[in-house]
């Protein structure tokens, strides 16, 4: 890596005007929030087609039947239409209106029944009315209809017509991996599931911010190879880790995305760690941020952090949020569209993600070559020549980076323990560098080399 | 152990009454409070004999003149009547009133004597004015006599006839242990002193509610085996350990009971380790029941623990109170008497330490077979299989065994993690081993073997 | 060392009278006071030879040029003159009227200038305008007055005489050293520079104070040795370091004495280990003194401890301050002068340190001899006999040290954890050690031998 790529990177960052890739991002989500996606099926191969025409995107095919660990990948499920009709044939639900009206996976049907035989495949929220719920049967066939229970209290006795169109075959289960190479083979993983149907905020945010993630990336100089996996939720990741065994080893950092497209505050989960790098990193953004957030001990609930970091994996994987999956009324219902996310939220969501790598790409550990006593900083041009005054925030992060560089702390450490922001102390560490006043560590065995 | 025995100890704490076991408790307490007991002697032993006919006892005799460490077991003390007469004959003070109005271990006296020359042996509490202290003088030799402040003030200048007939001879120090085996060799210390004389909460309620444990603990197949002491305070602990250092090393847990009569809430001392299993067991139950309590970090004033505690043992013994000794006003005073306990706080300490020991029978270690992503627990049966929904406890407590057990987190240690209860745990290992998706680590060496 | 010679140390802290000491304190430093010191010259060796007056003092001369670490010895500064006459030739600034007034380093000048041309040599506080600031250029060429806001704003157009009659010249960089030798070779370090001209609390204060400690523990018999440093701030604790490398491993504590004589609560700077035994014994100390005081994390900006602090010696050096320095309005400014420091504060803090040396000077590690059970204090007359009533907190102290004695806790980290005075566990170790209940572990590799 040479200075010119390393600054590449921070350059960029600095160019980004997150309000307009908020913007972009946005538009993406209203492209892809129609598309009917599931775990299997066309609606995903359709979504990766999207993605594919803005980042370079391995779409990749795992037929019906291949073991991964525990499990099995399921036969694939597709769907063309699906309805229940009055006696006098009109649509009284109607799948092309919502994708959220038929229970994913629903196996093909096509029957005449009362209503009360219909009922037990009707689900619908009765403490939130007008609202349809999201409700899936992968692992055990079944079908349904999901509806508002407004629309439901509104159904007469009647003869329905009931018909799901659908398939449920042999086939495949697809997902997207897009590996943007950096100089080490050290990787960042970024993971978000791609399989909720017309969803915006889980997941549609997470996915399209994975992909300007990609988009960006792959214009800088980076430190880290990032690897980006558009994945159908737990099936997906279950089925990556299986395949891709050997390469686990490689993730040093990474993060799965969802729920990134809300107006609320940021809430991160840790990895099962408690205290990796990208746990600090991501606090570390956070604080700095000064607005309110919330960062949460891992807990084996929740998306495919679950599966990176189950005990045989144990990687160094978090969750960022905005609202936490669960906890907001729109969650798993036809509210969470895309008036529920905003532009703006989701050019911060990018910008904060953009921010933590930033401290990873450049997150190094030094050795003080002058470690006894301080260097004369002043004979260098580093420290302001009248006594007397206080001193500068840089000039203070010279004296933090050259006290704590023996060797054990982080430059992430040193911004911690001083209590300023990441980037002033990589500042004074590069100004330090340059008056080789500091040596990188060796990090994990291999030669370090430093980016300026 | 087999499966069977080890539901009997969970079924028989569910079917416990807590209140019906608390009136039992407390009519053998009516029963032992008009004995006068000391740290020797035949009040002690006509206890143990009473205990006996509940429990499987052995009462043990020490001579007296028995090196214990850096004791010498002391000489037999035994009282049959004292009292202070007045000129007319009248009975002044009479231990016949109260066992109180003796200084425990007096050496016997019969003078004629002015209130001037008695007055240094009255012990009163001006402070509380109506009640009579408890003191004692074991080691040095001393005579004298307790009484209300308000007797004191009532006391006229006379010509008193002072009488003590006891006896302070060569004899033996008794105390009774009953051990009950459980398939485990490691052993459950519970210890209480039985020395005090018509003490209620201290420490007839440790006395009475360990009789209860023993009893009960009796009738359950049992993991480990559980070893009750009712002993003189200090020196009984110290003979104990002197004369069974052999023994020592199988003690894993322990308990000092003492003032869980009363209606204050829960108090737990620590043992010296401070982080002991029973340390955090202890923690566990009382923090689960969501009534207030206190948990103290040891320190070396307080009951046996003291011994246990010794550097030179160090054993995981902790000391669970009600109301802290020395720190409600009724303590070593007549005002500690039948009035004071209460038979429901005695069945509720009683329910509490069969909710601690249910806890330290069944904690365990385990290695999740399947630790390579989560298993699927749906195609067992074992997870509900509508997607969408929220997950149910006993489910989200599966989550966190699979996640966390690498070997190095016991059940409680995950109970405490996942803010479940221990009882949601287990149920969830129980349910994992039985799928062959949990198998228990070895402990200490010694072969594991799972109570399912 | 022999029980006599210790026993001395504490009498002697417990005969002395803070008050009167305050004021010894307070008149050296009126004597100091209108000395025109800097980090070089005269100003420097006459403030060290008032100081040998009052103790064992040797003077140090290291020549300009000397390469110290990344630095070199500078020139030697002194002084005769420097003024700002008007055109009717009154000194409208003179430096006869403060030190403050010339900007300490001012290379000599002699010219007639106007306003304009003077005006960027001429240093105010325009916030505080009635004081004279302190500047200072040591490292880089340049002359200056400070004079008050408020005489700079009537200041007229005039051709002034700017005269600074100086000399920087190779000469010597100048240092007091004082070393008490106690009976071990390890050695407390007490530093302050002494190097501000006219400025009381920083750091005359420090001076006279270390001044007044020396002439103290000189009169004691002592376990450690003490080594005092009078410095210039920075270039002189880095020439002392320099030039005493093999001399580093002896310093066991330490402590950079500044500003200890204004009102305020005490301020502890821990050093960088953060653990170290001078940051619990200060810790301590400050603590059971009942009065509020703030205890900081080490921060590499501030005193000579961020010299002896660099990392590649990382000693065990704290900064005790009251106002921290920076802080209080007064701070390097003219009015930090004889009326903002205060005897009283001048003898408490003289007081506080002593204090934490008595606990350095009798801080040990012990082997509790009897560590199975508690050993029969009553036998040997160390405890109360009557049973039943409270504990006296000596006897409570007996049982912490007999209970935390087991070779890991020293007696400081006892008095922590117990909650009790260190002079209480002191006195409760030695009456045990005088019992053969305790014997001292080795140390550091050397025999232990016991105080008393």
Not at 308 to 316: H, I, K, R
Not at 395 to 405: G, I, R, Y
Request: proline share 5%; hydrophobic share 35%.
């Amino acid at each position: 890596m040479t200075p010119t790529q390393t600054t590449d990177f921070t350059e960029l960052r600095a160019a980004l005007d997150p309000l307009k890739a908020g913007r972009e991002i946005y538009a993406l989500m209203g492209e892809l929030y129609p598309i009917c996606r599931s775990i299997t099926g066309d609606g995903f191969r359709q979504t990766l087609a999207r993605l594919k025409k803005e980042i370079p995107l391995d779409v990749r095919e795992v037929p019906t039947g291949t073991k991964v660990f525990d499990w099995t990948v399921p036969r694939e499920w597709n769907i063309r239409d699906a309805y229940v009709k009055n006696s006098r044939g009109e649509r009284f639900i109607d799948f092309r209106k919502h994708n959220l009206h038929v229970v994913n996976y629903s196996v093909p049907v096509e029957r005449k029944m009362s209503l009360a035989q219909l009922r037990p495949h009707l689900h619908t929220l009765p403490e939130q009315p007008d609202l349809i719920p999201y409700r899936t049967s992968y692992y055990k066939e079944a079908w349904g209809f999901c509806l508002s229970h407004r629309q439901l209290q509104q159904m007469p006795e009647d003869e329905y017509e009931v018909c799901i169109d659908s398939t449920l075959q042999d086939g495949h289960l697809t997902y997207g991996e897009c590996l943007l190479k950096g100089s080490s083979a050290e990787e960042v993983l970024i993971s978000c599931h791609a399989c909720h149907p017309s969803l915006c905020n889980d997941n549609l945010s997470g996915v399209t911010v994975a992909a300007f993630l990609a988009k960006y990336l792959a214009q800088a100089a980076l430190r880290y190879s990032y690897r980006l996996l558009f994945i159908p939720g737990t099936i997906g990741s279950i089925t990556w880790l299986a395949q891709n065994e050997e390469r686990v080893g490689a993730i040093k950092h990474g993060l799965v995305l969802t729920c990134v497209g809300d107006r609320g505050n940021f809430t991160y989960k840790k990895s099962r760690r408690g205290n990796a790098e990208i746990d600090l990193a991501v606090e570390h953004i956070l604080k700095t941020s000064r607005r309110d957030h919330s960062t949460l001990e891992y807990s084996p609930y929740g998306y495919d952090e679950r599966q990176y970091c189950s005990p045989g994996f144990n990687l160094a994987v978090g969750c960022l949020m905005r609202s936490h999956h669960g906890e907001f009324p729109e969650y798993h219902t036809s509210a969470d569209n895309l008036d529920f996310v905003d532009s703006g939220a989701l050019g911060d969501s990018f910008a904060k993600i953009l921010s933590v790598f930033d401290v990873l790409e450049h997150n190094r550990t030094y050795m003080n070559l002058n470690p006894k006593c301080e260097p004369q900083l002043g004979k260098r041009g580093l420290y302001s020549v009248t006594g007397g005054t206080n001193i500068k925030q840089l000039e203070l992060a010279m004296l933090w980076v050259l006290n704590q560089s023996d060797g054990t702390h982080s430059l992430l450490d040193i911004a911690e323990r001083s209590g300023l922001a990441f980037g002033v102390i990589r500042e004074a560490a590069d100004m330090l560098f340059r008056h080789d006043l500091l040596k990188p560590c060796r990090e994990n065995g291999s030669a370090a080399s430093h980016p300026v």
